[in-house]
């Protein structure tokens, strides 16, 4: 069975601290996505990988970064947390490489739920 | 770019019940249409997708039709049950990029 896990599902931490999600998809695929899911507020695009250690930002990157030193690896990392990114994270892998990659299906994990004091 | 608006929620059914969730969208082209299911306490998984226009998605019940002429996606199920209770996301890729554009979701509860 296919699969795409993350590191956590419930994870506390203090404001200041560094933080890191991990996230591992056994199914070769080029593409991975961290996603942050609010009530109100949908999905939102944090940052996505097509290829080993190439990222790009998606729609809301400010206060993250990513790693992608392995092709099934793919890290979020809360270089400072704050109480407002307390928040579900969703990571994704997708197959495919090029733009019409996007016409293929995502595959989520189940969520971190971060919880920032 | 592409977007994709669908309908608010929460609805609330009873068990037996027709389900429609309205899903309208903006592309260029004619891009693949989904459906994507998120129940408690769990990931996204897809629920049905269509490649292009007139083509019907189907899955555990649930259809939706690719309708280039009304640019709509909307899920139906003809009688719902409890287990269905979830968020349901309307998507498509965006213009030109690896991105997906997923709808705001929808929930829905059943009532037994």
């Known amino acids: 069975d296919v699969k795409v896990t993350q590191s956590s599902r419930y994870l506390v931490k203090r404001t200041g601290e560094k933080v890191f999600l991990e996230c591992v998809q056994d199914?070769?695929?080029?593409?991975m996505f961290w996603y942050r899911q609010d009530p109100g507020l949908g999905l939102r695009l944090i940052y996505f990988?097509?290829?080993?250690?190439?990222?790009e930002k998606g729609d809301i990157p400010e206060g993250y970064s990513v790693s992608r030193e392995k092709k099934e690896r793919f890290s979020l990392i809360l270089e400072s947390a704050s109480t407002n990114q307390t928040s579900m994270y969703l990571c994704?892998?997708?197959?495919?490489?090029?733009?019409?990659?996007?016409?293929?299906?995502?595959?989520f994990g189940p969520g971190t739920r971060l919880t920032v004091l | 770019g592409n977007s994709v608006t669908q309908m608010e929620g929460p609805v609330t059914l009873s068990e037996e019940a027709f389900l429609t969730i309205n899903c309208t969208y903006t592309?260029?082209?004619?891009?693949?249409l989904f459906w994507y299911v998120q129940y408690p306490g769990e990931g996204l998984q897809l629920l049905l997708k269509?490649?292009?226009?007139?083509d019907k998605g189907s899955n555990k019940g649930f259809e939706a039709t690719y309708r280039k002429e009304t640019t709509s996606f909307h899920l139906e199920k003809g009688s719902v049950q409890v287990s269905d209770s979830a968020v349901y996301f309307c998507?498509?890729?965006?213009?030109?990029?690896?991105?997906?554009?997923f709808g705001a979701g929808t929930r829905l509860f059943v009532k037994a």
């Open positions: 994704a892998s997708s197959p495919g490489t090029g733009v019409k990659s996007s016409y293929n299906e995502q595959f």
């Open positions: 199914m070769d695929h080029e593409n």
């Open positions: 990988s097509y290829d080993v250690k190439m990222k």
């Open positions: 592309a260029t082209g004619y891009p693949s």
């Open positions: 269509a490649t292009k226009a007139d």
């Open positions: 998507a498509l890729p965006n213009t030109g990029g690896f991105k997906t554009i």
